[in-house]
Nanobody, 124 residues
């Protein structure tokens, strides 16, 4: 099993930036990729970005392309999400995720482990 712990959420004005972190522990070697999802009140959980441990291939949701950057430090088992040019519609709880099987690395149903989530609020 892999345990995931997010940090770095908070309140920011529109146009501002935040960086989220996710510390992974446990059987991290068993995962193929890590990623971020988000869920706003009353909406479904949405894919944000993901990255493979080997090779560092990245994937992004259409709504964050060009504004968010996902990265990792393998030796520290740590995942990051740099969020720039934030918009009020980016307001959500952001969840760190681990994928244990090869696939698209973009679907909620393919996630094997979730973090507890961290709140990001963007004010207009």
């Amino acid at each position: 099993q892999v345990q995931l712990e997010e940090s770095g959420g908070g309140l920011v004005q529109a146009g501002g930036s935040l960086r989220l972190s996710c510390a992974a522990s446990g059987r991290t070697f068993s995962s193929f990729a890590m990623g971020w999802f988000r869920q706003a009140p009353g909406k479904d959980r949405e894919f944000v970005a993901s990255i493979t441990w080997i090779g560092g291939t990245t994937y992004y949701g259409d709504s964050v392309k060009g504004r968010f950057t996902i990265s990792k430090i393998n030796t520290k088992n740590t995942l990051y999400l740099q969020m720039n040019s934030l918009k009020p519609e980016d307001t959500a709880v952001y969840y760190c995720a681990a994928f244990f099987y090869s696939g698209s690395f973009t679907k909620v149903g393919d996630v094997g482990s979730w973090g507890q989530g961290t709140q990001v609020t963007v004010s207009s």
